[in-house]
């Protein structure tokens, strides 16, 4: 599948909302796959959450790591679901894909770290787009084993793509894939945040 279709795929569900973080994501099952994605920044609630900063993610942590807080706090309130469908994939050996856009796919690296954590033998492949930064510098190493197989893809100068900022200790993980215009570190552009394959 080709990642403008992904990236369609990403955006459009029949979303189910969590009601106390206001965290839209959707589960969707076929004979072989168990799709899980997550919604972008969509009320106010999701930007409040977006400007939140770091926490340990779990209470007695073998590798110690620091999570975005707003995004922790939103997909805490839907982790239930995930580990479900993530561990009935995992025992009938169908591949999990993990899905989001902007706010979602930040939250989508926290949804394929736990699922990596609970389940190592399952087969996951995720896809984020827009990506916030949402995980430390601090047990990196740990890091990079868990969001292995992450595809992130950035278009031109996204301005999402660059926060929280690295002086801050955050840092992307995952293989990137550019698209657009060309990347300059000076440059900041909303409009190549909302524009993704349009």
Not at 16 to 39: A, F, G, L, M, S
């Amino acid at each position: 599948m080709e990642m403008k279709e992904m990236y369609y795929k990403a955006v459009h569900a029949n979303w189910v909302t969590e009601p106390t973080t206001d965290t839209q994501y959707c589960i969707e099952e076929t004979d072989d796959t168990v799709t899980i994605k997550i919604q972008g920044s969509i009320s106010v609630q999701d930007w409040i959450h977006n400007f939140s900063f770091w926490k340990k993610p779990y209470k007695h942590m073998e590798h110690t790591f620091f999570a975005h807080a707003g995004f922790l706090k939103k997909y805490k309130a839907i982790r239930d679901p995930i580990l479900k469908a993530g561990r009935s994939a995992t025992a009938h050996g169908e591949t999990i894909q993990v899905l989001g856009y902007s706010q979602g796919a930040g939250i989508g690296y926290l949804v394929v770290e736990d699922l990596r954590f609970h389940y190592p033998s399952a087969k996951i492949e995720a896809y984020m787009f827009g990506t916030p930064r949402a995980f430390s510098f601090i047990g990196g190493k740990i890091l990079k084993e868990r969001l292995s197989g992450i595809t992130r893809v950035e278009n031109g100068n996204d301005i999402v793509t660059r926060i929280p900022f690295v002086w801050m200790f955050y840092r992307h993980y995952g293989k990137l894939v550019h698209i657009g215009k060309k990347r300059n570190w000076f440059r900041f552009s909303i409009e190549d945040h909302l524009t993704y394959y349009e």
